[in-house]
């Protein structure tokens, strides 16, 4: 029996794409739990167990369930929360730019969701709660607030 302390064993798709690499020991792991099957085994090399000798494999395939391409998910956009709106506005009111905590900002429509404003990044700044106020439910034009930043806007 030759030594197998250092063997490697390739991990394949459901499909013979190469995952990765696992130790002989995770691999045997998956094999005797049958989440793997055994694709390629050693010409020569083999691990000693009580019932025998069994063959060292190369490769093992799952058995199902794992494709490349459930791996490699596309980035999907982010989600306009607080917590973004926050890093995107860098903690600044929008309306007065006075700096905010993270405790102390709110979210304001710019054209209010009674009037048919959504939950769009575009729609959405970070303000403080006086500016939040002020504005209510009411346009720009109707608040006497302006927007520090014009890419955001009423249209």
Known sequence: MMNVSSAN??????GFENLYVVSWQDAMSDIFGGRVEVVEEHPSKTI????GPIPMPLSVRFKQGVFA?????????RKPTRKNLYIRDKGVCQYCG????????????VLPKS???GDKWE?????????????GNKLLSESGL?????????S
């Open 115 to 117: 009037r048919g404003g």
């Open 69 to 77: 391409g459930a791996i490699k998910r596309p980035n999907r956009p």
């Open 48 to 51: 000693g167990c009580v019932d």
């Open 98 to 109: 006075d700096k905010l905590t993270y405790e102390g900002s709110t979210l304001d429509h």
């Open 146 to 154: 302006a927007l520090r930043n014009k890419n955001y806007d009423e």
């Open 9 to 14: 064993v390739h991990v394949l798709s459901t």
């Open 123 to 135: 729609n959405l700044v970070l303000c403080c709660p006086p500016c939040n106020y002020k504005k």
